[in-house]
């Protein structure tokens, strides 16, 4: 069945009206001009074909068409008011469904969630490995990717992008002369592979084990550089890639989204 047109605002502006029996004081509400008042009124006069209010000695009063439709409108807006609260839910959440990649997730993000959980008590969290997920499909608030922008969509640099070569703490000669080859850092000019994953994280684990060293983003093994588990042997130096915290503007409207965006960002 075909929907009439609701002429919304015209019926706002009628609500006021009725309320208050007066142009003026409606005005006021609403923030508009008496003018204002009266053309959105004789629009709606119009549009209904019949009269809602008539002028007499005592000021403004409600025809009897006038008064038959309030309850319903305001019943209406009523509704109104509870599908935009319902729709705004999100924004007042304490969850959050997040996409990263896992080994971000390991080494990076999970102690900052978990530090931000204990100053919000209560959030929950849901994870998404595939951080390229469709954030419709998956109702995603945000994404990590290691990416070199945010492409069609509003994000943040975590970090600079800068990348460093690291093998595993102490380790011998025979692992510094081999390399891991992963697809996100090409190896330097005539550096063969002895080790080939398919992403950072086999990348990073792979240095950590000793099997060679690796060319990996800053952000990524600075807790492992910090407590021990890798050595720097070149770098940080400027890289093309960097994490990014990426997601559609509605998303980055919410207030939850704003909240955690900025804890991770504080440093």
Do not use: C
């Amino acid at each position: 069945m075909k929907r009439t047109h609701l002429p919304l605002n015209a019926l706002r502006v009628y609500d006021a009206a009725a309320r208050h029996l007066s142009f003026t004081r409606a005005a006021d509400e609403l923030a508009v001009t008496p003018a204002a008042v009266g053309q959105q009124i004789r629009a709606l006069e119009d549009h209904l074909g019949t009269v809602l209010f008539r002028r007499t000695s005592k000021g403004l009063e409600l025809t009897e068409e006038g008064t038959a439709g309030l309850d319903s409108l305001r019943e209406g807006f009523l509704r109104f008011e509870e599908s935009v609260q319902s729709m705004q839910a999100g924004q007042a959440s304490d969850r959050y469904t997040i996409a990263a990649p896992r080994e971000f997730y390991a080494q990076w993000l999970a102690p900052r969630l978990a530090a931000f959980r204990k100053a919000n008590p209560g959030i929950r969290f849901r994870f998404v490995a595939d951080e390229n997920a469709d954030f419709t499909e998956t109702n995603l608030d945000f994404a990590v990717r290691l990416v070199d922008g945010p492409g069609e969509l509003e994000g943040v640099e975590l970090a600079p992008a800068r990348r460093v070569v690291v093998a595993a703490k102490d380790a011998p000669d025979e692992v510094l002369d081999s390399w891991i080859d992963w697809p996100g850092a090409p190896l330097p000019e005539g550096a063969e592979a002895t080790v080939e994953v398919g992403n950072a994280g086999q990348a990073l684990s792979s240095a950590i084990a000793g099997l060679g060293k690796a060319v990996l983003p800053f952000l990524l093994v600075e807790d492992a550089l910090a407590d021990g588990r890798l050595m720097t042997l070149e770098g940080p130096d400027e890289g093309r890639r960097a994490y990014w915290l990426v997601a559609p503007m509605p998303q980055w409207r919410q207030k939850k989204v704003k909240a955690l965006v900025a804890f991770l960002t504080a440093d």
